[in-house]
C-alpha cells in the first residue's frame, strides 16, 4: 500500500474525525436514491475493463460492487480521511487487486498512478472548489486511457429554491451549510468542462433532485 501525505484543506478538515465518518457510514444505506445512482454507475462499466480508479473511495463501497461483477479488477482506491482509510484497510486486508493510496483531492493526483480502464467517484468531488474540479478532471482525462470512461456520481447545484428546500428535507439537512452550498457546481457546467476537455458522448445519465450521474468518455484516438 502506498502512502502519498499531503497537508489537509481546512474545509474538510471534519473528515478526520471519527465521529464524523461513523455518522456517514451509519446512514450510507439510507440515503435516498442512491443505490440506483449506483447500479446505473456500475452498468456502465464495461466487463473487459482490467483497472479502475476510484476518488474520494471512502470505505470502497462502488469497489466492492464492481467487484461483484468484476471480482478480479485491479483497483485504486484514493481518499484522504485517515478514519475512513482505516475501514478501507480493513475491508481490503486480504485482498491484493486493492492498492490504497493516501491524497487529498485538493491537490494535483499523484503522477505515478498510471492509466485506467475507468475512473469513478461517489458523492466526494462536490466538496472542492469549481476551478479545482475543473483541473481534476482535466488530471482524469489524461490517465484515462483511450476509451475509457469517467463516472462522477455526486451532489449538484439547483437554481430552484423549492427543490433545493425540499431535498434538504428529505435529507434530513434543513439547516442550510454555506460553505458547503457554494461549493456545489451545476450541471450544465460541469458538462461543458468536460468537453472542452475532450470527452465524447458526455452527458447527465441520471438524477434525482440533487443527485446526478455525470459520464463522459475519452476518445479512441
Known sequence: MISNKNRIADDHSNWRT?????????RIDKIPHRTEGEFLLC????KKTSRILDLGTGNGRL???LKEKMPDIESVAIDFSPPMLSELRREFLNDKTVEIIEHDLTYPLPTNLGKFDA?????????????RKRDLYSEIFFILKPGGIFCNLDH??????????YFRKIMGRTPVNKEHSK??????????WLLEIGFIDVDCYWRW???????????WR
Not at 452498468?43 to 464495461?46: K, L, Q, S, T, V
Open 63 to 65: 469497489i466492492k460492487l
Open 119 to 131: 475512473i469513478i467517484s461517489s458523492f466526494s468531488i462536490h466538496h472542492l472548489k469549481h476551478n
Open 18 to 26: 471519527s465521529s464524523r465518518v461513523v455518522d456517514y457510514l451509519n
Open 209 to 219: 433532485l440533487e443527485f446526478a450521474l455525470l459520464i463522459g468518455f475519452k476518445p
Open 183 to 192: 461549493r456545489l457546481t451545476k450541471i450544465d457546467i460541469q458538462l461543458e
Open 43 to 46: 452498468e456502465f462499466i464495461p
Open 156 to 165: 449538484i447545484h439547483s437554481e430552484s429554491k423549492k427543490l433545493n428546500q
